[in-house]
């Protein structure tokens, strides 16, 4: 910047410091410090829309699973399936209904197991329940389950997300 | 409850009376900061980084210290001669900044690490910014570090007592060639791995450090587990080891100084707040030059590596050139040159100890000549290399 202060004014300076400086070395403080201002902010822009997690927006192939025969699957029970972030539970009722439920707890995001003989799902975490429509029991969880569209197309089951 | 009002209380009757050095409107938190810790304890942790030679009185009030401390004359041969040492740890800091924001995204398998690379070039927000910032700035450290080696030299830095100056910049520019190398890898393009396999055979063939090499980077062949060393390598190892030889490096010259030959009073050039208005513009110009160099140049990234199938045209970076047209062109065995090579880049570690303090202007005199020998033979070497690249 000015590189003419000498040493020797460095008193009259800091007296300056104190009282109104002139308006000209005042203009080009506040121009520095804007200039580098606008700089951080962009930078900061830049690394922020650098770091925003991508979205993986799953495409329509890929929101449609398929999980088995139907045949393979037993009255009464339920086949978790590990799909992802969104893993799901299949549970076929009776002859021809199957219904998909999303297998992870409204509460904290544990994975839910499934009781055979209450039929319902349960949380290993806070003992939060839920029956086969996805609706609360009993505990601590706040929301309903997500449950998905089931479609049996030539024996073969497809759940879509 | 009864706390609450007492502890809001504080800083109102506090400003008035504790604040003493008279704070302004705008600086009250360092006011209230003062008041709840040591800030001049801190300030005086900070001048372990150079610049400031006076000590620092930890009692007094930390504004009253920096004013003083920004008023300090600077001569003017610590100014401009010292700004390559700067420009280093600039472009360091850049390069820890810029590669941190990389290796959020980076993966380093062989299988994700071209993909995850092409992710972050083509597909993220800024990424290709960020990727040409981190390549052009560890090219101009480079760069840097080289000429700050040079400048040593010319100026006799290496004689006592400024052997631990010396011993530093020798070590930070050889860590600065391995991140290089190391980070050439890491994109896992054809150029990079096939440069890195020819590269790799030369230094195995060597008798000693070859299997010592091969034994610390995960084997001979180049796959998955010496691509994961390379990147401990690259992100902890050698970043570390610049970061110690650099701290190094500020602590010996607060002792010693870098040219004590110019008495401190003659030539009080500006203050030390001048100086560092000075280096923040000169950090700006820096950034402008390193946008410039990746938006006009910026580095070409070709197709994954395949290790089924070599390209044409792999050439070693400009800086093994001389290396590179002495192993294939000089006579006897490989190892043999190699080994040679190693031996005379390992005597410039020596150099503090061939020059005695004792020794007068004609002594310096004469290890300029040999320097400047040295560094024409390297760019003949250098050269010949390139051109035998071209053939």
Do not use: K
Not at chain 1, 85 to 101: M, S
Not at chain 2, 71 to 99: D, H, K
Not at chain 2, 285 to 308: E, H, I, K, S, W
């Amino acid at each position: 910047m000015s590189q003419g202060v000498e040493p020797e004014r460095q008193p009259q300076q800091s007296v300056g410091a104190g009282g109104p400086p002139t308006s000209r070395r005042r203009f080009l403080s506040w121009l520095s410090r804007a200039f580098l201002g606008l700089w951080g902010l962009g930078a900061a822009g830049a690394i922020g829309a650098y770091l925003r997690p991508p979205e993986h927006g799953p495409r329509i192939a890929e929101r449609i699973v398929r999980v088995g025969l139907l045949e393979d699957l037993r009255i009464g029970e339920a086949r978790l399936v590990r799909h992802g972030v969104t893993p799901f539970y299949v549970v076929r009722l009776d002859a021809g209904r199957v219904v998909a439920l999303s297998a992870v707890c409204t509460h904290v995001r544990c994975i839910l197991g499934f009781d055979r003989e209450r039929r319902a799902l349960t949380c290993p975490c806070h003992d939060g329940r839920f029956d086969l429509a996805g609706q609360v029991l009993s505990g601590p969880p706040p929301r309903a389950l997500p449950s998905y569209t089931v479609s049996v197309r030539a024996g073969e089951v497809f759940v879509q997300l | 409850m009864s706390d609450a009002p007492r502890v809001g209380g504080t800083p109102g009757g506090g400003d008035a009376s504790g604040g003493g050095a008279g704070p302004g409107p705008r600086g009250d938190w360092v006011a209230w900061l003062e008041r709840r810790l040591n800030l001049t304890e801190t300030f005086s942790f900070l001048t372990h980084f150079g610049l400031v030679w006076t000590p620092v009185d930890t009692s007094r009030p930390v504004r009253e210290v920096v004013r003083e401390v920004a008023s300090q004359p600077v001569p003017a041969y610590a100014r401009w001669p010292r700004v390559l040492g700067l420009l280093a740890a600039i472009l360091f800091g850049l390069e820890v900044v810029t590669g941190v924001l990389l290796a959020y995204y980076y993966r380093p398998t062989p299988e994700a690490a071209f993909e995850s690379t092409r992710t972050i070039v083509r597909d993220l927000p800024f990424g290709w910014f960020i990727h040409q910032l981190h390549g052009w700035g560890a090219w101009l450290l480079v760069i840097v570090v080289a000429a700050r080696l040079l400048r040593l030299f010319w100026d006799g830095l290496y004689r006592a007592p400024r052997e631990v100056l010396w011993w530093s910049a020798v070590a930070m520019a050889w860590l600065v060639l391995q991140s290089d190398f190391t980070g050439r890898l890491l994109t896992w393009d054809s150029r990079s791995y096939w440069a890195a396999v020819r590269g790799m055979e030369v230094v195995f063939a060597l008798p000693v450090v070859g299997p010592l090499l091969a034994f610390l980077l995960g084997g001979r062949v180049i796959n998955d587990d010496v691509l994961i060393r390379f990147y401990a390598l690259h992100m902890l190892v050698l970043p570390a080891g610049f970061a110690f030889f650099l701290y190094l490096t500020f602590a010996t010259l607060r002792r010693v100084g870098l040219s004590p030959e110019a008495p401190m009073h003659r030539g009080a050039a500006t203050t030390l707040r001048d100086h560092l208005y000075s280096m923040l513009i000169l950090s700006v110009l820096l950034f402008g030059v390193l946008t410039t160099l990746a938006v006009l140049a910026p580095f070409r990234f070709q197709a994954a590596a395949d290790p089924y199938s070599t390209p044409t045209g792999v050439r070693p970076p400009w800086y093994m050139l001389a290396p590179y047209a002495v192993i294939e062109n000089g006579p006897g065995p490989s190892w043999l040159l190699g080994l040679l090579l190693l031996a005379v880049a390992f005597a410039v570690l020596l150099l503090p100890l061939w020059a005695p303090r004792a020794a007068g202007g004609r002594v310096l005199g004469r290890m300029r000549l040999w320097g400047l020998f040295a560094l024409a033979a390297w760019t003949a070497l250098s050269v010949l290399g390139a051109f035998m690249e071209r053939r």
